[in-house]
C-alpha cells in the first residue's frame, strides 16, 4: 500500500512540475509577444534620437604635421669670431676694483664646500 501512496505522489509532483514548467513557458511566450507588439512609431522616434551625426574630417582626422626639420647644409659659411672691440662693452674686469676681496671669497667658498664633504 506505501509503494502504490508512493509511486502516486511522485507522479503528481513530476506532473505539477510539468504544469509550472508550462505555466512559466506560456508567461515568457506572452510577454515576448507583447513586446513584440510595440507601435512602430515609437521605435522610429527612439532611432531618430539615436540617428548617426555627420562629424567633419577636420575634427575627426589630426591636420598635418609640418615639416619643421631644416635641411641638410653640406657647406657653411666660416663664422667671424668676436674680436676684443666687440667684447669690450660687455666685459667688466671683477679684478679691477678689488682683487684681495675676491681672493677671500672665493677662498671662503672653497673652505664652505670641502667642510661639508664627509
Not at 512540475?17 to 512609431?41: K, R
Not at 684681495?100 to 664633504?117: H, N, P, Q, S, Y
Request: proline share 10%; hydrophobic share 45%.
Amino acid at each position: 500500500m506505501m509503494d502504490a501512496w508512493q509511486t502516486r505522489r511522485n507522479l503528481l509532483l513530476l506532473l505539477g512540475g510539468l504544469v509550472f514548467l508550462l505555466i512559466c513557458l506560456m508567461g515568457i511566450l506572452i510577454s515576448m509577444h507583447h513586446n513584440a507588439q510595440i507601435p512602430s512609431n515609437f521605435s522610429r522616434t527612439l532611432s531618430n534620437d539615436f540617428k548617426p551625426l555627420s562629424i567633419a574630417p577636420e575634427d575627426l582626422f589630426l591636420p598635418e604635421e609640418p615639416d619643421f626639420l631644416p635641411e641638410v647644409l653640406l657647406n657653411q659659411e666660416p663664422r667671424n669670431p668676436w674680436t676684443l672691440e666687440d667684447v669690450r662693452p660687455f666685459w667688466t674686469d671683477p679684478l679691477q676694483d678689488d682683487p684681495e676681496l675676491w681672493r677671500e671669497r672665493i677662498k671662503a667658498t672653497i673652505d664652505t664646500f670641502l667642510e661639508g664633504v664627509p
